[in-house]
């Protein structure tokens, strides 16, 4: 069972409270009149949004979102609505390189009119208000930036169009599947029966099996929350760290929201949300991690003998259904046509077609089915917690909502209680349904459930907040007053003192290896008796390659008597510091990629993993077995070749190297080699690479008796447009190390140096004059 030291009085207290909370918006009179907001904006051009109501504030998020990244919104409503193909073609790609016309079909077919309306018609008068209020903020903003002249990232312009609560809906849902089902866009756009495979143009899946491999890369997160125990305050302490795409729809925003009375929270936000998802406010800083938990299975339907678009389900031949999906194509002469696409699905979801691992022919084909889908409480799950004021009462909130897509969520208050929960949606399938219906032998870890009988679908308790899904009493929680973290494992070890064990392998697995980065901030937190904001920082901003501590010894013993063919590899690891910091030299890509081709062979290390001793196996390189020793060979010889080949100099600095599109110095590195400061780039040219994600809203909380000390950065800068003034600062800052104060009350937020000031409403439509 989870396990949780938080007393049944103050969990029952901050349930009522919850509640309480949820009844009063629930009774919420419809906003009326002309939404109005304040907007106050601050050093490197932060909004602190100001308004009397949801419509007003939402009002405000939409019009300061829409001055810093018109474009980029503009972008993924076009995405969302399955319409990039009529104005840039079937074969251009999206952000995330995926081609427009499986893009979408498969947009097209996720946001159907009945599912956006069913979604809306969910949401409670208040997050309504918020959503209607963003998009008449940013149709106001669309309208003066069309009058100055559009940013150059928008292009033509001629595919912008003013937004409604239905595209902002449409964008919740995406962010809803990226979980389960998104990842397998392609698959489900190109699924076709076998007698008509040889009709339809051969799919590449490469690139969207290297997308699903690197989504918890380009996802992940580290998070620290402190108790009192441990925290040098004597009250909570939050890092927030999380690893998240530098572009497209999942580039973070920062903001505050206020309603006096009623709100008060800074943080970051995704886009077309007008809520924050991981912040703080007056006594409650909370984040959030990747999980590893399973938000969608897959079922092997055994197919009719005489038709492959049959199933059998409990003896009986039940027919699939077809989706006609149509889109609309602009061609290579620029005239537009028609696409249209049928969507095959079963009782328990869409057909998905995988060659080679998921395939469909006359005996099997693969249904999805993904939990998140009917998750309608998601927007309403944050916007609680943005009001929570204690870890009791967000702990109460995700019980009752379960909101939560596929995150883990760490949290700290005033009073010293440190939380984490692992208490996301998860489909109901525990360990005697695995056994039951589970194939073990299913590829890449996917969870592969019969569909021949109907007693294999997901379990349903009356306590969750929805069908088939886990209740959160069977879910992880730990609440301690000394410390937890994550950093994209299971639960397990969110605190070895305290290890989450027992449950489902769909929610969280115990006596695996744990990743390279929770195992160096197990041994940072475990080396201090108090913890103050500084080592937090550190803690990212130190860019050490913890792996590079286990093995450096042995591999540069083994150069000792390596052949002369690799003694540049060598002398360049002998010189380098053992970081991914600006400085570092290529070594640190030897490393990589010496340790890259070493993965795959796990009989390397010398000291294999223990499940006994998790925080220190395995380690160290057998360097004296001849096998291991010509393993070691053959990678420095191809990195050797690969770095030459790439046009990274040997005297190179990473920082000359890793850089964000503006061509600032971006430090950090591959988390795969333990960085906790993590960072993914590309190769972009002669000796360099382009960050896209890593390290993104970077947030410390501390609380004192005068309320929350802030300070953070937003690395990748606020606005998305070259010409902005704020398109780099703050990445200029991230690249010296230096966090910027978090101004939050009403003192701090005016006596900031850049303060400046303007009103907005939708009765006046004049031009916004800003005041200092």
């Given at each position: 069972m989870p396990v949780t030291s938080l007393s049944r009085p103050l969990y029952h207290l901050g349930l009522v409270a919850v509640l309480a909370g949820a009844s009063l918006a629930a009774q919420a009179r419809e906003t009326t009149g002309d939404a109005s907001a304040q907007i106050r904006r601050t050093s490197f051009g932060v909004p602190h949004i100001l308004a009397k109501d949801e419509r007003g504030l939402g009002y405000g998020i939409g019009y300061a979102y829409a001055q810093d990244n018109l474009c980029l919104l503009a972008d993924e409503v076009l995405t969302v609505n399955g319409e990039r193909s009529r104005f840039f073609g079937g074969q251009g790609k999206t952000v995330d390189q995926r081609d427009n016309l499986s893009s979408d079909v498969f947009f097209t077919w996720l946001n159907t009119p009945a599912a956006v309306d069913g979604f809306l018609q969910a949401q409670p008068v208040a997050v309504r208000a918020l959503l209607e209020g963003y998009a008449s903020g940013y149709n106001r903003a669309l309208v003066e930036r069309r009058a100055q002249g559009l940013p150059a990232e928008c292009g033509s312009g001629e595919w912008l169009r003013p937004i409604s609560s239905r595209d902002l809906a449409k964008l919740t849902r995406r962010l809803l599947a990226e979980g389960g089902v998104g990842q397998f866009a392609e698959a489900l756009a190109g699924a076709t029966?076998?007698?008509?495979?040889?009709?339809?143009?051969?799919?590449?899946?490469?690139?969207?099996?290297?997308?699903?491999?690197?989504?918890?890369?380009?996802?992940?997160?580290?998070?620290?929350?402190?108790?009192?125990?441990?925290?040098?305050?004597?009250?909570?302490?939050?890092?927030?760290?999380?690893?998240?795409?530098?572009?497209?729809?999942?580039?973070?925003?920062?903001?505050?929201?206020?309603?006096?009375?009623?709100?008060?929270?800074?943080?970051?936000?995704?886009?077309?949300?007008?809520?924050?998802?991981?912040?703080?406010?007056?006594?409650?800083?909370w984040t959030h991690t990747v999980d590893t938990s399973k938000h969608f299975t897959l079922y092997r339907l055994q197919l009719d003998a005489k038709d492959p678009t049959r199933y059998l389900l409990d003896g009986q031949s039940l027919p699939m259904q077809r989706q006609a999906v149509t889109v609309t194509v602009k061609g290579e002469d620029g005239t537009l046509g028609q696409v249209e696409r049928t969507v095959y699905l079963s009782k328990f979801g869409p057909v998905v077609q995988w060659p080679g691992r998921l395939d469909w022919d006359r005996q099997a084909a693969y249904s999805l089915r993904d939990a998140n889908l009917d998750n309608t409480r998601v927007l309403q799950q944050w916007y609680q917690i943005n009001r929570a004021h204690s870890v009791q009462a967000l702990q109460a909130s995700v019980t009752q909502l379960?909101?939560?897509?596929?995150?883990?969520?760490?949290?700290?208050?005033?009073?010293?209680?440190?939380?984490?929960?692992?208490?996301?949606?998860?489909?109901?399938?525990?360990?005697?349904?695995?056994?039951?219906?589970?194939?073990?032998?299913?590829?890449?870890?996917?969870?592969?459930?019969?569909?021949?009988?109907?007693?294999?679908?997901?379990?349903?308790?009356?306590?969750?907040?929805?069908?088939?899904?886990?209740?959160?009493?069977?879910?992880?929680?730990?609440?301690?007053?000394?410390?937890?973290?994550?950093a994209n494992d299971s639960a397990w070890m969110a605190n070895p003192a305290q290890p989450l064990t027992g449950f489902s392998p769909v929610v969280s697995q115990a006596d695996q290896p744990l990743g390279m980065r929770s195992r160096f901030a197990l041994q940072r937190l475990q080396g201090r008796d108090k913890l103050a904001a500084s080592d937090l920082q550190y803690m990212v901003f130190d860019d050490e390659v913890y792996l590079a501590s286990l093995l450096m010894p042995d591999l540069l013993q083994w150069c000792k008597g390596a052949a002369a063919d690799v003694k540049g590899v060598c002398d360049s690891l002998q010189a380098w510091n053992g970081?991914?910091?600006?400085?570092?030299?290529?070594?640190?890509?030897?490393?990589?990629?010496?340790?890259?081709?070493?993965?795959?062979?796990?009989?390397?290390?010398?000291?294999?993993?223990?499940?006994?001793?998790?925080?220190?196996?395995?380690?160290?390189?057998?360097?004296?077995?001849?096998?291991?020793?010509?393993?070691?060979?053959?990678?420095?010889?191809?990195?050797?070749?690969?770095?030459?080949?790439?046009?990274?100099?040997?005297?190179?600095?990473?920082?000359?190297?890793?850089?964000?599109a503006d061509g600032t110095p971006v430090p950090g590195g591959p988390q795969e080699l333990g960085v906790y400061n993590a960072m993914v780039s590309v190769p972009v040219g002669a000796g360099k690479r382009l960050v896209v994600s890593g390290s993104s809203y970077l947030q410390l909380v501390t609380f004192t008796a005068q309320g929350p000390q802030a300070q953070g950065l937003l690395a990748f800068s606020l606005s998305s447009e070259a010409a902005s003034a704020h398109a780099g600062d703050q990445t200029r800052a991230f690249s010296a190390k230096r966090l910027a104060p978090i101004p939050f009350t009403e003192t701090q937020i005016k006596a900031d140096p850049q303060y400046r000031h303007y009103v907005i409403s939708e009765r006046d439509t004049g031009p916004v004059v800003s005041t200092q």
């Amino acid at each position: 069972m989870p396990v949780t030291s938080l007393s049944r009085p103050l969990y029952h207290l901050g349930l009522v409270a919850v509640l309480a909370g949820a009844s009063l918006a629930a009774q919420a009179r419809e906003t009326t009149g002309d939404a109005s907001a304040q907007i106050r904006r601050t050093s490197f051009g932060v909004p602190h949004i100001l308004a009397k109501d949801e419509r007003g504030l939402g009002y405000g998020i939409g019009y300061a979102y829409a001055q810093d990244n018109l474009c980029l919104l503009a972008d993924e409503v076009l995405t969302v609505n399955g319409e990039r193909s009529r104005f840039f073609g079937g074969q251009g790609k999206t952000v995330d390189q995926r081609d427009n016309l499986s893009s979408d079909v498969f947009f097209t077919w996720l946001n159907t009119p009945a599912a956006v309306d069913g979604f809306l018609q969910a949401q409670p008068v208040a997050v309504r208000a918020l959503l209607e209020g963003y998009a008449s903020g940013y149709n106001r903003a669309l309208v003066e930036r069309r009058a100055q002249g559009l940013p150059a990232e928008c292009g033509s312009g001629e595919w912008l169009r003013p937004i409604s609560s239905r595209d902002l809906a449409k964008l919740t849902r995406r962010l809803l599947a990226e979980g389960g089902v998104g990842q397998f866009a392609e698959a489900l756009a190109g699924a076709t029966p076998p007698q008509l495979a040889a009709q339809q143009p051969v799919q590449d899946y490469r690139g969207a099996l290297a997308r699903q491999a690197r989504f918890a890369a380009e996802r992940g997160s580290n998070a620290v929350a402190v108790g009192a125990e441990r925290s040098a305050s004597g009250r909570g302490l939050l890092l927030a760290n999380p690893h998240f795409p530098w572009i497209g729809g999942l580039r973070f925003y920062q903001m505050q929201l206020t309603i006096p009375g009623q709100l008060d929270v800074m943080g970051a936000a995704l886009p077309g949300l007008p809520v924050i998802n991981i912040g703080f406010n007056q006594h409650l800083a909370w984040t959030h991690t990747v999980d590893t938990s399973k938000h969608f299975t897959l079922y092997r339907l055994q197919l009719d003998a005489k038709d492959p678009t049959r199933y059998l389900l409990d003896g009986q031949s039940l027919p699939m259904q077809r989706q006609a999906v149509t889109v609309t194509v602009k061609g290579e002469d620029g005239t537009l046509g028609q696409v249209e696409r049928t969507v095959y699905l079963s009782k328990f979801g869409p057909v998905v077609q995988w060659p080679g691992r998921l395939d469909w022919d006359r005996q099997a084909a693969y249904s999805l089915r993904d939990a998140n889908l009917d998750n309608t409480r998601v927007l309403q799950q944050w916007y609680q917690i943005n009001r929570a004021h204690s870890v009791q009462a967000l702990q109460a909130s995700v019980t009752q909502l379960q909101g939560i897509p596929w995150v883990n969520t760490l949290a700290t208050d005033d009073t010293g209680q440190a939380l984490y929960l692992n208490q996301s949606v998860v489909p109901y399938v525990d360990q005697a349904l695995l056994e039951q219906c589970g194939n073990p032998k299913a590829p890449g870890g996917l969870v592969v459930l019969d569909g021949s009988r109907s007693a294999c679908q997901w379990k349903v308790d009356a306590q969750a907040a929805q069908p088939g899904i886990f209740p959160a009493r069977l879910l992880p929680s730990l609440a301690r007053r000394d410390f937890v973290q994550h950093a994209n494992d299971s639960a397990w070890m969110a605190n070895p003192a305290q290890p989450l064990t027992g449950f489902s392998p769909v929610v969280s697995q115990a006596d695996q290896p744990l990743g390279m980065r929770s195992r160096f901030a197990l041994q940072r937190l475990q080396g201090r008796d108090k913890l103050a904001a500084s080592d937090l920082q550190y803690m990212v901003f130190d860019d050490e390659v913890y792996l590079a501590s286990l093995l450096m010894p042995d591999l540069l013993q083994w150069c000792k008597g390596a052949a002369a063919d690799v003694k540049g590899v060598c002398d360049s690891l002998q010189a380098w510091n053992g970081k991914a910091d600006l400085d570092s030299g290529i070594g640190l890509i030897h490393f990589g990629n010496i340790l890259e081709a070493l993965a795959a062979h796990p009989e390397s290390w010398r000291v294999p993993f223990d499940p006994a001793d998790p925080l220190h196996t395995p380690r160290g390189l057998a360097v004296e077995q001849a096998a291991v020793g010509q393993l070691l060979r053959e990678a420095a010889l191809a990195s050797q070749q690969a770095v030459g080949a790439s046009g990274v100099a040997a005297d190179q600095r990473w920082g000359q190297i890793q850089q964000a599109a503006d061509g600032t110095p971006v430090p950090g590195g591959p988390q795969e080699l333990g960085v906790y400061n993590a960072m993914v780039s590309v190769p972009v040219g002669a000796g360099k690479r382009l960050v896209v994600s890593g390290s993104s809203y970077l947030q410390l909380v501390t609380f004192t008796a005068q309320g929350p000390q802030a300070q953070g950065l937003l690395a990748f800068s606020l606005s998305s447009e070259a010409a902005s003034a704020h398109a780099g600062d703050q990445t200029r800052a991230f690249s010296a190390k230096r966090l910027a104060p978090i101004p939050f009350t009403e003192t701090q937020i005016k006596a900031d140096p850049q303060y400046r000031h303007y009103v907005i409403s939708e009765r006046d439509t004049g031009p916004v004059v800003s005041t200092q």
